[in-house]
Nanobody
Framework: QLQLVESGGGSVQAGGSLRLSCAASGRSLSSYVMGWFRQAPGKEREFVATINENAKYTTYTDSVKGRFTISRDNAKNTVFLQMNSLKPEDTDVYYC???????????????WGQGTQVTVSS
């Protein structure tokens, strides 16, 4: 069973940066598409970014293009989300997810982490 654990969240002022990590255990990440999603209380889970198995392809939601970068290190079984120029509207709980289909839809992902809180103050 694949287990995912996010880290790196925290509080930052607008314009600042954070780097989220998603460490996997139980299986190798190299066979999985990896995604980052975010969710605010009472709202649906929202797609942020995804990366295919060999990091050749990435996709971002429009609101984070040019500010966020998804990457992966399969040798370290870890996926990253570098977040720059953060805005208050980026405040959410961020989740990493693993699946076998390259998709922006959360229901196409099979494994999820517990989430890490990101808070951006103005």
């Amino acid at each position: 069973q694949l287990q995912l654990v996010e880290s790196g969240g925290g509080s930052v002022q607008a314009g600042g940066s954070l780097r989220l990590s998603c460490a996997a255990s139980g299986r190798s990440l190299s066979s999985y598409v990896m995604g980052w999603f975010r969710q605010a209380p009472g709202k649906e889970r929202e797609f942020v970014a995804t990366i295919n198995e060999n990091a050749k392809y990435t996709t971002y939601t429009d609101s984070v293009k040019g500010r966020f970068t998804i990457s992966r290190d399969n040798a370290k079984n870890t996926v990253f989300l570098q977040m720059n120029s953060l805005k208050p509207e980026d405040t959410d709980v961020y989740y990493c997810a693993a699946g076998v289909v390259y998709s922006t839809k959360p229901d196409r992902y099979d494994y999820w982490g517990q989430g890490t809180q990101v808070t951006v103050s103005s």
